[in-house]
């Protein structure tokens, strides 16, 4: 049996990869590049040099952030796909703490901006999760819709009270010096010119620590047996309602330090564009490592990688930047596709159907739940 | 004083992309299937309309387009969900985000610099034009009937039609049934597969016609970020909407009206100092009060989010 697991395993991942390459070679052949030379483009041609293998590690930093954000929330089945606004609410506390911290110690304000980002990131997740447990509102459709309303309140900012004075530019003043996350090329003196800073290190030690939580904890356990099955955690003693909040309220904050990371790594000021989407990468990211923690470190640095490699093929092939961004979806839509088709092969093949979770006589509140692993 | 006309006419166009997606995102929940993938559903349809549109010179034939690409996207979702039976949620973000993805990328390659490109949208259709001055009743009465022929169908009929398909035709009962019981539905000899197929494309073709009217009609171009959320607030919709056709598109003039009279204030003498932003946000967050107000162990069809799988 666990041969012919390893044998099924084979072959769906063959067909997976075959299909990605013959979707993202034909948009290549559209675009008008040799598939071959775009490939070695988008994937290797970063990791060559230097400079380019820390601008991967710089591009995959925020996106670390939120796909953990997102892995822990859909690991216990809390849909938050409002990690984009958490991440725009965490960047506004650190422009506004920012600003008014001149001449404090670095030691002092780091610690202070990075539990402001993450207070603001989890009170933007606090309504849904509220709506949820307490009253049983889809947090899919309350997450998505502050996501807009995230991004008005950064353009009202910046249209209003913290428009440059100088310039006049919809951008927030830059923020004090104590504030910035300092490069890492200070500390690391083999790391030469690059923008590298700390946000990457913390990133790195918050998927550390989620992991262990996650996986040698009572209370990861507790996380992923909601995530199972909320009827069967219910049923073992699990308080569902409360586990999922404290989930929403994690995944908000981290999403909230991504913020943080953002505007006091990269930016130095709060900017309309401070995130391009960096919550629904999140997302991206946590699907293809599968919601586990090691799985979001290597997706997080590929596609760091394939950003990185999509802007220069810009300029060495003459591709559109775009086509990074339908190769990631790609990716996503087979991963999806042949993880289901795995998982129901398997099943099948132990004679065990899939998705038949007995129902219990309580129904929780909130919205119907896959009972079934994602 | 024509500030409440205003707001009516406005209302009903702006309601009209919603009212599209609402129909057909009931359509695919219905039939069980959670379609997050309405928001590029929508920006392919506005792209993919306007790029058709733009090489034939016939907002129609853009239509068209729309809806094929409408019925591609649902039998993708149905691949997914329906055949290998993935996971709802993350199918149809995923098909989101490749559907917008191969919009900027062709939008890109098509559409590359040099002037915006620009087609004569749809005309309005005025059937009360010149019933009398702007200023008069008969004036805003023409005012609001002043409105594009997409706009017409929609309320006149797409949504009866719909409802009626949905609830009182043989293809609606099986719709309603796979998505409650498809189990039952199964015995009964309705094939569930097909059903849920047909269900999706029909809903992707809806939504897709609802992003093609902001480029085809409203705006005679295509923008980036054109959709703008309207996807997610028709997730909303539905479930404010309890799943039903009529009480859905109530919910659409309710975000409609609340959005264009947002917009029509910052014209409005007195409301200047108020910052745009919150007009635009105040939509959202009445969706999620309405929500909470009303959205309390709402009956979700009994196979929502659950593949099905003959054992």
């Given at each position: 049996?666990?041969?012919?697991?390893?044998?099924?395993?084979?072959?769906?991942?063959?067909?997976?990869?075959?299909?990605?390459?013959?979707?993202?070679?034909?948009?290549?052949v559209?675009?008008?590049?040799?598939?071959?030379?775009?490939?070695?483009?988008?994937?290797?041609?970063?990791?060559?040099?230097?400079f380019?293998?820390?601008?991967?590690?710089?591009?995959?930093t925020?996106?670390?952030?939120?796909?953990?954000?997102?892995?822990?929330?859909?690991?216990?089945?809390?849909?938050?796909?409002?990690?984009?606004?958490?991440?725009?609410?965490?960047?506004?506390?650190a422009?506004?703490?920012?600003?008014v911290?001149?001449?404090?110690?670095?030691?002092?304000?780091?610690?202070?901006?990075?539990?402001?980002?993450?207070?603001?990131?989890?009170?933007?997740?606090?309504?849904?999760?509220?709506?949820?447990?307490?009253?049983?509102?889809?947090?899919?459709?309350?997450?998505l819709?502050?996501?807009?309303?995230?991004?008005?309140?950064?353009?009202?900012?910046?249209?209003?009270?913290?428009?440059?004075?100088?310039?006049?530019?919809?951008?927030?003043?830059?923020?004090a010096?104590?504030?910035?996350?300092?490069?890492?090329a200070?500390?690391?003196?083999?790391?030469?010119?690059?923008?590298?800073?700390?946000?990457?290190?913390?990133?790195?030690?918050?998927?550390?620590?989620?992991?262990?939580?996650?996986?040698?904890?009572?209370?990861?356990?507790?996380?992923?047996?909601?995530?199972?099955?909320?009827?069967?955690?219910?049923?073992?003693?699990?308080?569902?309602?409360?586990?999922?909040?404290?989930?929403?309220?994690?995944?908000?904050?981290?999403?909230?330090?991504?913020?943080?990371?953002?505007?006091?790594?990269?930016?130095?000021?709060?900017?309309?564009?401070?995130?391009?989407?960096f919550?629904y990468?999140?997302?991206?990211?946590?699907?293809?490592?599968?919601?586990?923690?090691?799985?979001?470190?290597?997706?997080?640095?590929?596609?760091?990688?394939?950003?990185?490699g999509?802007?220069?093929?810009?300029?060495?092939?003459?591709?559109?930047?775009?086509?990074?961004?339908?190769v990631?979806?790609?990716l996503?839509?087979?991963?999806?596709?042949?993880?289901?088709?795995?998982r129901?092969?398997?099943?099948?093949?132990?004679?065990?159907?899939?998705?038949?979770?007995?129902?219990?006589?309580?129904?929780?509140?909130?919205?119907?739940?896959?009972?079934?692993?994602? | 004083?024509?500030?409440?006309?205003?707001?009516?006419a406005?209302?009903?166009?702006?309601a009209?992309?919603?009212?599209?997606?609402?129909?057909?995102?009931?359509?695919?929940e219905?039939?069980?299937?959670?379609?997050?993938?309405?928001e590029?559903?929508?920006?392919?349809?506005?792209?993919?309309?306007?790029?058709?549109?733009?090489?034939?010179?016939?907002?129609?034939?853009?239509?068209?387009?729309?809806?094929?690409?409408?019925?591609?996207?649902?039998?993708?979702?149905?691949?997914?969900?329906?055949?290998?039976g993935?996971?709802?949620?993350?199918?149809?973000?995923?098909?989101?985000?490749?559907?917008?993805?191969?919009?900027?990328?062709?939008?890109?390659?098509?559409?590359?610099?040099?002037?915006?490109?620009?087609?004569?949208?749809?005309?309005?259709?005025?059937?009360?034009?010149?019933?009398?001055?702007?200023?008069?009743?008969g004036?805003?009465?023409?005012?609001?009937?002043?409105?594009?022929?997409?706009?017409?169908?929609?309320?006149?009929?797409?949504?009866?039609?719909?409802?009626?398909?949905?609830?009182?035709?043989?293809?609606?009962?099986?719709?309603?049934?796979?998505?409650?019981?498809?189990?039952?539905a199964?015995v009964?000899?309705?094939?569930?597969?097909?059903?849920r197929?047909?269900?999706?494309?029909?809903?992707?073709?809806?939504?897709?016609?609802?992003?093609?009217?902001?480029?085809l009609?409203?705006l005679?171009?295509?923008?980036?970020?054109?959709?703008?959320?309207?996807?997610?607030?028709?997730?909303?919709?539905?479930?404010?909407?309890?799943?039903?056709?009529?009480?859905?598109?109530?919910?659409?003039?309710?975000?409609?009206?609340?959005?264009?009279?947002?917009?029509?204030l910052?014209?409005?003498?007195?409301?200047?100092?108020?910052?745009?932003?919150?007009?635009?946000?105040?939509?959202?967050?009445?969706?999620?009060?309405?929500?909470?107000?009303?959205?309390?162990?709402?009956?979700?069809p009994?196979?929502?989010?659950?593949?099905?799988?003959?054992?």
């Amino acid at each position: 049996m666990a041969e012919n697991r390893l044998g099924r395993a084979g072959i769906v991942a063959v067909g997976a990869i075959v299909t990605i390459l013959a979707v993202t070679g034909g948009a290549f052949v559209i675009a008008g590049a040799n598939p071959l030379d775009a490939y070695y483009a988008y994937f290797i041609a970063p990791l060559t040099r230097e400079f380019t293998l820390l601008e991967v590690l710089n591009k995959a930093t925020p996106i670390l952030f939120t796909g953990a954000a997102v892995a822990i929330a859909f690991r216990a089945g809390y849909w938050n796909i409002g990690v984009e606004g958490q991440l725009l609410m965490g960047a506004v506390a650190a422009a506004g703490i920012g600003q008014v911290v001149e001449g404090w110690p670095p030691l002092l304000v780091l610690p202070v901006m990075i539990g402001a980002g993450a207070l603001a990131g989890a009170a933007w997740a606090l309504v849904p999760a509220l709506l949820r447990v307490r009253l049983g509102i889809d947090e899919v459709v309350t997450t998505l819709l502050l996501n807009p309303v995230a991004l008005l309140l950064v353009q009202a900012l910046l249209h209003g009270p913290w428009k440059d004075p100088e310039t006049g530019f919809p951008e927030s003043p830059r923020i004090a010096e104590a504030a910035e996350f300092p490069p890492l090329a200070d500390f690391i003196p083999l790391i030469g010119r690059s923008r590298l800073h700390l946000g990457f290190v913390i990133a790195i030690v918050l998927i550390i620590i989620a992991w262990y939580v996650l996986s040698r904890t009572g209370t990861g356990l507790r996380v992923r047996a909601v995530g199972l099955s909320p009827h069967g955690a219910r049923f073992a003693g699990i308080r569902v309602e409360r586990t999922l909040l404290r989930v929403a309220l994690v995944s908000g904050a981290i999403a909230g330090v991504a913020g943080v990371s953002e505007v006091a790594g990269i930016q130095f000021r709060l900017t309309e564009g401070v995130s391009p989407g960096f919550g629904y990468t999140g997302i991206v990211v946590a699907m293809l490592g599968g919601l586990t923690m090691p799985g979001v470190l290597v997706a997080g640095l590929l596609l760091g990688d394939l950003s990185v490699g999509a802007s220069s093929a810009v300029r060495s092939l003459q591709i559109p930047s775009q086509l990074g961004d339908v190769v990631q979806g790609t990716l996503l839509l087979v991963v999806i596709g042949a993880v289901a088709i795995y998982r129901w092969r398997t099943s099948r093949e132990d004679e065990r159907p899939p998705d038949e979770g007995e129902p219990p006589p309580d129904e929780p509140p909130g919205p119907p739940s896959e009972t079934s692993p994602t | 004083m024509t500030f409440f006309a205003d707001i009516i006419a406005a209302t009903f166009r702006n309601a009209t992309p919603l009212v599209y997606g609402t129909v057909g995102e009931t359509y695919t929940e219905r039939a069980g299937i959670l379609n997050l993938g309405i928001e590029g559903t929508m920006y392919a349809g506005a792209f993919f309309g306007f790029a058709t549109a733009y090489h034939t010179g016939d907002p129609w034939l853009g239509l068209l387009g729309a809806i094929v690409v409408g019925l591609l996207a649902g039998a993708l979702m149905g691949l997914l969900t329906v055949t290998l039976g993935a996971n709802q949620h993350v199918s149809g973000l995923g098909l989101t985000i490749v559907l917008i993805g191969l919009s900027e990328f062709a939008n890109r390659l098509m559409f590359s610099g040099g002037s915006l490109a620009r087609i004569d949208p749809m005309p309005l259709w005025d059937p009360l034009g010149g019933l009398g001055e702007p200023e008069s009743l008969g004036g805003q009465l023409a005012s609001i009937a002043n409105q594009y022929g997409l706009t017409y169908i929609a309320f006149l009929v797409v949504v009866p039609a719909a409802w009626w398909v949905l609830m009182k035709t043989p293809l609606g009962l099986s719709i309603r049934a796979v998505g409650e019981n498809p189990e039952a539905a199964d015995v009964a000899g309705i094939n569930v597969f097909r059903i849920r197929y047909i269900a999706l494309m029909i809903g992707g073709a809806f939504m897709a016609v609802g992003g093609a009217f902001i480029t085809l009609a409203m705006l005679g171009t295509f923008t980036l970020d054109i959709i703008a959320g309207r996807g997610w607030v028709v997730i909303a919709l539905v479930i404010f909407g309890r799943w039903r056709i009529f009480r859905g598109v109530l919910g659409a003039l309710i975000f409609a009206a609340v959005y264009s009279l947002g917009l029509r204030l910052r014209i409005t003498a007195g409301f200047e100092d108020i910052p745009n932003e919150i007009m635009l946000a105040l939509p959202y967050v009445i969706v999620i009060l309405a929500l909470a107000l009303s959205g309390r162990n709402v009956p979700y069809p009994g196979a929502y989010l659950k593949p099905y799988r003959r054992s």
